[in-house]
T-cell receptor
Framework: DADVTQTPRNRITKTGKRIMLECSQT?????MYWYRQDPGLGLRLIYY???????NKGEISDGYSVSRQAQAKFSLSLESAIPNQTALYFCATSRGWNSPLHFGNGTRLTVT | ELKVEQNPLFLSMQEGKNYTIYCNYSTTSDRLYWYRQDPGKSLESLFVLLSNGAVKQEGRLMASLDTKARLSTLHITAAVHDLSATYFC????????????FGEGTQLTVNP
C-alpha cells in the first residue's frame, strides 16, 4: 500500500462545481502539502500544514481551501472550479525541516 | 521572490554518454533537493544537499551544491535508458520555512 494515498486518481468536473481532493498518509509525518503541477511550470505550492492546528497559504492559494482533519489527513477543496484549475495535483508529506518530500500518486483534475 | 531555473529543459542523449543538468536559484539557500518523475508517475526523492560543497552520488547520478554560486548540478555518467525521466531541482529559501520552490524540470531521454 502507498504511504501517501490520494483520492480520486482522476476527476472530471464542470465549471462552478465544488470538489474535494483527499490525501491520507501512514508515514506518521506532521507536515503535509498540496502542490499543483502544470506542464513547463514545475510544481507550485497551494497550501501546507505543519500540524493539525496549522494551515499556511502557498504561492497559489486563491480559489482553493484546505482542511487538516487529523494528522494523517489533509484535503484540498475547490469551492467553484474553473477551467484553469485543470492540472495534476500532488499531496506530499515530510518528517522535518530538512527532510525531502514524499509524494502521493497524484490526482488528475479536468474542469470543463 | 525565489526563482529556480533549470537548463536544459529538454535533453536527448545517447546511452553511454555523460551530461550535466544545471539548477540556478536567485536567493540565499543552503538546502536543495533533486527529484525524479517518470511519465505519469509521482515524484521520487533522489538527493538532499544541505551545505555548500555537498556532493551526493547514487549509481550513475551525482549531485553537487555551490551555495556561493547559487548553483547545483546533476551529473549523469554513462547514461542508460532507465534514466529517462523528468528531473526537478527544488530549493528551500532561508526565510520561507518549509516551502520549496521547484524548477521547471528537465526532461531527459536516453536513446539506445
Amino acid at each position: 500500500d502507498a504511504d501517501v494515498t490520494q483520492t480520486p486518481r482522476n476527476r472530471i468536473t464542470k465549471t462552478g462545481k465544488r470538489i474535494m481532493l483527499e490525501c491520507s498518509q501512514t508515514k506518521g509525518h506532521d507536515r503535509m502539502y498540496w502542490y499543483r503541477q502544470d506542464p513547463g511550470l514545475g510544481l507550485r505550492l497551494i497550501y501546507y500544514s505543519f500540524d493539525v492546528k496549522d494551515i499556511n497559504k502557498g504561492e497559489i492559494s486563491d480559489g482553493y481551501s484546505v482542511s487538516r482533519q487529523a494528522q494523517a489527513k489533509f484535503s484540498l477543496s475547490l469551492e467553484s472550479a474553473i477551467p484553469n484549475q485543470t492540472a495534476l495535483y500532488f499531496c506530499a508529506t515530510s518528517r522535518g525541516w530538512n527532510s525531502p518530500l514524499h509524494f502521493g500518486n497524484g490526482t488528475r483534475l479536468t474542469v470543463t | 521572490e525565489l526563482k529556480v531555473e533549470q537548463n536544459p529543459l529538454f535533453l536527448s542523449m545517447q546511452e553511454g554518454k555523460n551530461y550535466t543538468i544545471y539548477c540556478n536559484y536567485s536567493t540565499t539557500s543552503d538546502r536543495l533537493y533533486w527529484y525524479r518523475q517518470d511519465p505519469g508517475k509521482s515524484l521520487e526523492s533522489l538527493f538532499v544537499l544541505l551545505s555548500n560543497g555537498a556532493v551526493k552520488q547514487e549509481g550513475r547520478l551525482m549531485a553537487s551544491l555551490d551555495t556561493k554560486a547559487r548553483l547545483s548540478t546533476l551529473h549523469i555518467t554513462a547514461a542508460v535508458h532507465d534514466l529517462s525521466a523528468t528531473y526537478f531541482c527544488a530549493v528551500k529559501e532561508e526565510t520561507s520555512g518549509s516551502r520549496l520552490t521547484f524548477g521547471e524540470g528537465t526532461q531527459l531521454t536516453v536513446n539506445p
